[in-house]
Structure formats: C-alpha cells, structure tokens
C-alpha cells in the first residue's frame, strides 16, 4: 500500500522561503528594537536642545525686561529734566519781559532828563 501524499509537504524552496521568513520575522523586532531606540536617543537629544533654547529665551526674557526698565527710568528722567527746562524757559522768558518793560521806563524816564 502506497501512502497517501501528505498534505504538508513543500517544496525545498518553499522550505527556505518560510525559513527566510520566520528568520526575517525575528530580525523584524530587533531592528524595529533598534529603530525605536535610534528615535528615543534623538528624543532626549530634542528634548536638552529644547531645554536649552528655553534657558536662553527665559535669560532673552529677563535682560529685555531689565532693558525695559532702565529705559521706562531714563523716559522718567528725561520727562522731569524737558518739564524743569520748560519752566526756565518760560522764567527767562518772563525776566525779559520785565527787563524790557524796565528798560522801557527807563528809556522814558532818561528823555524826561535831557
């Protein structure tokens, strides 16, 4: 009696091709492993790269507020010192009206002499 060809019989090539597979299979997860281990190695490169940009702009931050500053002073300064010659101005300019009027008596007062 002749046995029934069995139904899981392959081929020798279909043979490596599942052995090919099986192996590509398993090699799969490792390079996935270490592809996934690639993006978190360049994850946390990102995430210092981050942090330090964020340092720099809080120090960026924190010198242009002290900028802000020390130049809201000067505009206060600057202010006080227009407003004080503003005054002089309108001080002298009162002093030689009295002067001219002064001298204008004076000049009236010299005519009547001669």
Do not use: Y
């Not at 899981?8 to 090919?20: D, H, M, P, Y």
């Not at 010659?85 to 002499?113: S, T």
């Amino acid at each position: 009696m002749s046995k029934p060809p069995c139904r899981f019989a392959l081929s020798w090539r279909a043979g490596q091709f599942i052995v090919l597979a099986v192996l590509a299979s398993l090699a799969a997860p490792a390079a996935a492993q270490q592809e996934l281990e690639a993006l978190a190695e360049e994850l946390v490169q990102i995430r210092g790269e981050v942090e330090s940009l964020n340092e720099r702009l809080t120090g960026l931050r924190e010198q242009h507020r002290a900028e802000m500053s020390s130049l809201a002073a000067q505009k206060g300064d600057l202010e006080a010192t227009r407003r004080r010659e503003a005054l002089r101005i309108q001080q002298l300019e009162q002093d030689l009206g009295e002067n001219r009027e002064r001298a204008a008596q004076a000049g009236v007062a010299g005519e009547a002499l001669v």
